[in-house]
Structures are given as structure tokens and as C-alpha cells.
């Protein structure tokens, strides 16, 4: 018998042995969303796992189409627009700051619509909206300023 030091290497990784698999791997609770697994004792033709397969009970109707999104009736409400072209055409044409900021919410509501997330999604887009406008306003009244001025110096 020897005194296992701590310099001694351990002993090498074995896998668990399959007869136990059912006491390591316990079948799912009954409330587990999809079709049971159950655990049996692995036989020459059997596996150690299989899923139940899923046989509707006779008061099913035949022919029954199952859904998983909305009912056809339900109109789901639009999603927000992003405005990254408006944004983009601003920022070149008509107000550079506060068209790089409606460049950076619209792309804020692009990720927010990938990621799902409606309210913050809707509520850059607003923000966006708002700083487009912005700034194509800014740019007419810089433009017409503009041509107010060169008619103004150029007729006096």
C-alpha cells in the first residue's frame, strides 16, 4: 500500500460507467416542455436514451395544422422605419453633426429591431426622425441664407 503524494500525477480520465447513466442522467421532470426522454438500461439492440415520439390521443382531429406564431385575425402593428438613408443623405448634404447623431440612432434602431426589442427600437426612431427633420431644415435655411447673401452683396 502507498501514500499517494501530492507530486504523484492523477490517475487517468475514465468515462462514466454506462450502466449508471440513468442515476447521472435522471429522466426529465414532467413539467419539461418538449416530448419526455426516458432512461432505460441499454440492451444489445437498444440505446441507453430515446425520445418518446409524440402520437396524438384520438380526440386530436385528423388533419389538425398547429401554429406557433399569431392567430391570422391579429394585425401586428408596423415596424419602426430606421431612417439610415434619410440620415445619411442629411449628413452629406445639409448638416454634418447632427446627421452623424441620426446616423448613429437609426443604427441603434436597426440593432434594436434585431435584437427584438420594439419599445427602444420605436423610440430611436423617433429620435432619428427628429434629427433628420432637423437637419434638413437646418440645411434649407443655411442654403437659402446662402443665396439671400449673393443676391444681396452682388446687387449692392
Request: glycine content about 4%; aromatic content about 12%; some cysteine.
Given at each position: ?24 442522467y ?7 416542455p418538449?416530448?419526455p426522454?426516458i432512461?432505460?438500461?441499454?440492451g ?20 389538425t395544422?398547429?401554429?406557433s ?18 440620415s ?34 420605436e ?10 427633420l ?16 449673393v ?5 449692392a
Open positions: 500500500m502507498t501514500a499517494s503524494t501530492p507530486s504523484e500525477e492523477p490517475p487517468p480520465y475514465s468515462p462514466p460507467d454506462p450502466k449508471m447513466t440513468y442515476i447521472i435522471p429522466p426529465q421532470p414532467p413539467h419539461y418538449g416530448p426522454v432512461a432505460c438500461q441499454p444489445p439492440n437498444q440505446p441507453a436514451f430515446y425520445q418518446a415520439q409524440f402520437m396524438p390521443s384520438p380526440s386530436y382531429p385528423p388533419n395544422i398547429y401554429m406564431g399569431p392567430p391570422l385575425g391579429d394585425e401586428q402593428p408596423p415596424l419602426p422605419k430606421d431612417y439610415m438613408v434619410e445619411l443623405l442629411v449628413t452629406i448634404f445639409c448638416c454634418l453633426m447632427s446627421g452623424l447623431i441620426a446616423l448613429l440612432y437609426s443604427y441603434e434602431t436597426r440593432a434594436a429591431l434585431a435584437r427584438g426589442d420594439m419599445r427602444e427600437a423610440r430611436a426612431s423617433q429620435k432619428a426622425r427628429l434629427l433628420v432637423f437637419s434638413l431644415m437646418f440645411g434649407v435655411f443655411v442654403c437659402v441664407g446662402w443665396i439671400i447673401y443676391v444681396i452683396s452682388l446687387c
